[in-house]
């Protein structure tokens, strides 16, 4: 899932009473991964990185999004580390321009808490969620290249949010560019709507044949593009049957490549967990018995 502490999830997933730092361990008799979505807003603390590894068994896989300002979202200057808020410049609104130094700058910072899940085995990818703002009519995918680079020992997935970098020619010029650089392509599903912020589900795209990357936004295109809140614009619950269907497209990304990760991002209530059980349950996965943890008080 694309997170293991969204509120609807509190609310109605873990088991009453459960205080913050159990939830992850308790996660982790469910599901053997998980997207961390915090490291999107802020750099982890190395030794919060540390009880996460702790807390999670041998075999368990973090992916993890990369701060917001590497993917070139909208970034206030108070959501960066202290010690680069002095050095940041900044437009009228307050807003933090990315300039070559504060891009490596950042970098270094956020790369040593990586290799404590590195160092474990415990780390999937670094994931760049680009914005919908990144747009081929206005940028250049040689724009991430310095990015890639300082990423190279880290398996690098990019997720774009511009629909543009995936249709007619530049889809071809977008899917070369990934495969050279050896960085993978985000597949989606999201609603059936041809808006420039939603991408296309009909592509099961593979640049990288070590690992295939799956996430699921829901098809509720209303919701998609009004929402105020993560939890409104991912308001969707999967039918069984539209399980079986992603079902069936993981095991064709699988049948090209090593590896797939498949990431529920339908994080309203308590969708995105029971959408990945019973997906686990349609490809014949074990599914732990729930709740292994009596209500606590």
Request: cysteine-free; overall charge positive.
């Given at each position: 899932m694309a997170s293991w502490s969204d509120p609807g999830f509190v609310e109605r997933w873990y088991p009453k009473g459960m205080r913050p730092g159990e939830r992850l361990a308790w996660y982790a008799q469910h599901f053997e991964m998980v997207e961390v979505n915090s490291t999107f807003y802020s750099v982890p603390d190395a030794r919060m990185v540390e009880r996460w590894r702790a807390n999670t068994p041998d075999a368990f896989t973090f992916d993890v999004k990369l701060h917001q300002l590497l993917s070139r979202h909208s970034t206030p200057a108070k959501l960066l580390p202290p010690e680069l808020q002095r050095r940041a410049e900044t437009d009228g609104k307050g807003k933090v321009k990315l300039t070559p130094a504060l891009e490596e700058a950042l970098i270094e910072i956020f790369l040593p808490s990586m290799t404590i899940l590195q160092g474990a085995g415990k780390l999937g990818v670094l994931l760049l969620q680009l914005s919908p703002a990144f747009s081929p009519t206005k940028h250049e995918l040689n724009e991430l290249e310095r990015l890639i680079e300082m990423l190279r020992d880290y398996r690098l997935a990019i997720e774009f949010r511009n629909r543009n970098w995936a249709i007619g020619e530049q889809l071809r010029s977008t899917i070369d560019f990934l495969?050279?650089?050896?960085?993978?392509?985000?597949?989606?599903?999201?609603?059936?709507?041809?808006?420039?912020?939603i991408m296309r589900s009909d592509l099961d795209e593979i640049t990288n044949s070590q690992l295939a990357y799956l996430r699921l936004h829901g098809r509720n295109a209303d919701a998609y593009l009004k929402g105020k809140t993560v939890a409104a614009r991912f308001n969707y619950d999967y039918s069984d049957r539209e399980i079986v269907e992603v079902a069936e497209r993981s095991k064709r990304l699988a049948a090209d490549a090593r590896e797939v990760h498949v990431v529920f991002n339908n994080n309203n209530l308590d969708y995105a967990p029971r959408a990945a059980a019973r997906l686990r349950a349609a490809l014949g996965q074990y599914v732990a018995p729930r709740p292994q943890t009596p209500e606590l008080f």
């Open positions: 495969r050279r650089h050896r960085v993978i392509f985000v597949n989606i599903d999201a609603p059936a709507a041809e808006h420039f912020t």
